[in-house]
């Protein structure tokens, strides 16, 4: 998390979906969620769902994680995403 943006970046190759090991981890979920559970959404609708969201902005907004950038000058990079 304290690299998400420098190193860490999830803007895709062209023609390469962002975040592939993300991705892979996506498509599980919805296997074993459509299966398992019943999970009533068409994978596109899903994949689609995920491509709207913007992660990175709404992590790099949140009061934490810009105090944990301020503070890890003076310590340790400490933060956890409850999003």
């Given at each position: 998390m304290e690299h998400l943006g420098a190193y860490f970046v999830n803007n895709p190759q062209p023609g390469?979906?962002?975040c592939p090991r993300f991705m892979d981890f996506a498509?599980?979920?919805?296997?074993?969620?459509?299966?398992?559970f019943g999970f009533?959404?068409?994978q596109e609708e899903f994949i689609a769902g995920f491509n709207n969201m913007?992660?990175?902005?709404?992590?790099?907004?949140?009061?934490?994680?810009?105090e944990a950038q301020k503070a890890k000058k003076t310590k340790e990079f400490g933060y956890v995403s409850d999003l």
């Amino acid at each position: 998390m304290e690299h998400l943006g420098a190193y860490f970046v999830n803007n895709p190759q062209p023609g390469k979906p962002p975040c592939p090991r993300f991705m892979d981890f996506a498509d599980l979920f919805y296997k074993v969620s459509s299966s398992t559970f019943g999970f009533n959404m068409k994978q596109e609708e899903f994949i689609a769902g995920f491509n709207n969201m913007n992660i990175e902005a709404a992590i790099k907004q949140d009061p934490d994680y810009i105090e944990a950038q301020k503070a890890k000058k003076t310590k340790e990079f400490g933060y956890v995403s409850d999003l």
